[in-house]
């Protein structure tokens, strides 16, 4: 008994039997490359854009945001009336 070698990716072989492979692994490539270069863009303008925190490299801030609502907001006046008194 003598067993056949068969060359899965012989041209004739995929169109017979994988009509759908080369078509999906092209789509495939094209989705990464579009995936690649939106990347690029967006890290270009927002470098920390899909970075995980303990997973980059960058230095990443535990500084809590500091919401200075009326000492940078150019009020002069910071205290709330009460209704009725003047």
């Known amino acids: ?15 017979t039997y994988m009509p759908d492979f080369l078509r ?6 094209k989705n990464s490359q ?9 890290r270009a303008k927002k470098p920390t854009h899909g970075t ?4 980059s490299n960058k ?9 200075m609502t009326y000492s940078r907001a150019g009020t002069k ?5 009460k209704k009725g008194k003047k």
């Open 1 to 15: 008994m003598t067993k056949e070698i068969v060359n899965a990716f012989h041209p004739d072989y995929v169109k």
């Open 24 to 29: 999906d692994q092209i789509l495939s490539s």
């Open 34 to 42: 579009a995936m690649t270069k939106m990347l690029e863009t967006t």
């Open 52 to 55: 995980l925190f303990g997973m």
């Open 59 to 67: 230095v990443v801030s535990l500084k809590p945001t500091e919401y």
């Open 77 to 81: 006046n910071t205290t709330v009336k």
